[in-house]
């Protein structure tokens, strides 16, 4: 299943999203006694083909753990224009007029999943949805939160 859809380091492919579909497919699983980690670093070079899979195995000396992969796999095959592009979305998100507060939350949501190494802490991302948001929208999350929105934890708001 892992090899159903390979990454080859072709211009069109999208190294993010093939990140998200191996994810979601390791997700679907565990093995009693063997960590999360090491199931996404034996699985994944069977998810690279050609050059992408000698990169991985180039990389292997030097990067031992699945989150310095996850980085050096986007830092090499995930443009920084693109980066850029979407941290630049993320920073200046604001609601459309005609938006509901889920239809805005979905499509901030959409934005981090198209670039799951963005960098940015949950709080800073918080507190950019929330100043996006129309005045009518931030009273009714305050509302909604009982109070200021601000005064919760990150996960406290999330829920």
């Not at 799951?116 to 802490?121: A, F, I, L, T």
């Amino acid at each position: 299943m892992v090899q159903a859809s390979p990454f080859y380091r072709k211009a069109n492919e999208d190294a993010s999203a093939h990140l998200q579909q191996f994810l979601e497919l390791c997700n679907t699983f565990t093995i009693r006694g063997v960590c999360e980690d090491a199931i996404h670093l034996g699985l994944f070079p069977f998810s690279l083909l050609g050059r992408a899979k000698q990169w991985f195995y180039a990389s292997c000396s030097e990067i031992n753990t699945w989150d310095k992969y996850l980085a050096a796999f986007l830092a090499k095959f995930f443009p920084l224009g693109n980066t850029n592009t979407l941290r630049g979305r993320i920073l200046s998100f604001q609601q459309a007029t005609t938006e509901s507060i889920p239809e805005v939350w979905k499509r901030l949501q959409e934005y981090i999943l198209a670039c799951p190494h963005h960098g940015m802490d949950n709080w800073l991302i918080l507190q950019n949805f929330y100043n996006g948001l129309t005045p009518t929208a931030r009273g009714h999350v305050d509302a909604a939160a009982g109070g200021a929105f601000f005064y919760f934890t990150i996960d406290a708001a999330t829920n």
